[in-house]
Nanobody, 127 residues
């Protein structure tokens, strides 16, 4: 089993930055594709970004392109989401997830493919 714990969320003014971390335990995720999703009240959980197993390929939702960067440190068994130029519409609970199919070369973009999920971290962007 894999446990994922997100951290780094908080309250920030519009235009500010946050770096979310997702630490994995129980098993190495170095061979897993990883994803960041977010969910606002009354809305579905949407993908924000995804990364393949070695960090060589990433996917960003249109809302994240040019502002967010997804990267991983496989030695630390941790993935990160650097979020810059934050907007009020980025306010949501952010979740990281792991796709346990090993060494998938492309990022996984469908939530159904992710088996392990963290508990989420709240990001609030004030205007």
């Amino acid at each position: 089993q894999v446990q994922l714990v997100e951290s780094g969320g908080g309250l920030v003014q519009a235009g500010g930055s946050l770096r979310l971390s997702c630490a994995a335990s129980g098993r190495t995720v170095s061979n897993y594709a990883m994803g960041w999703f977010r969910q606002s009240p009354g809305k579905e959980r949407d993908i924000v970004a995804a990364i393949n197993w070695n960090g060589g390929s990433t996917y960003y939702a249109d809302s994240a392109k040019g502002r967010f960067t997804f990267f991983r440190d496989n030695v630390k068994n941790t993935v990160y989401l650097q979020m810059n130029s934050l907007k009020p519409e980025d306010t949501a609970v952010y979740y990281c997830a792991a796709d346990p199919r090993t060494r998938i070369n492309l990022p996984t973009t469908t939530p159904e493919s992710y088996e392990y999920w963290g508990q989420g971290t709240q990001v609030t962007v004030s205007s």
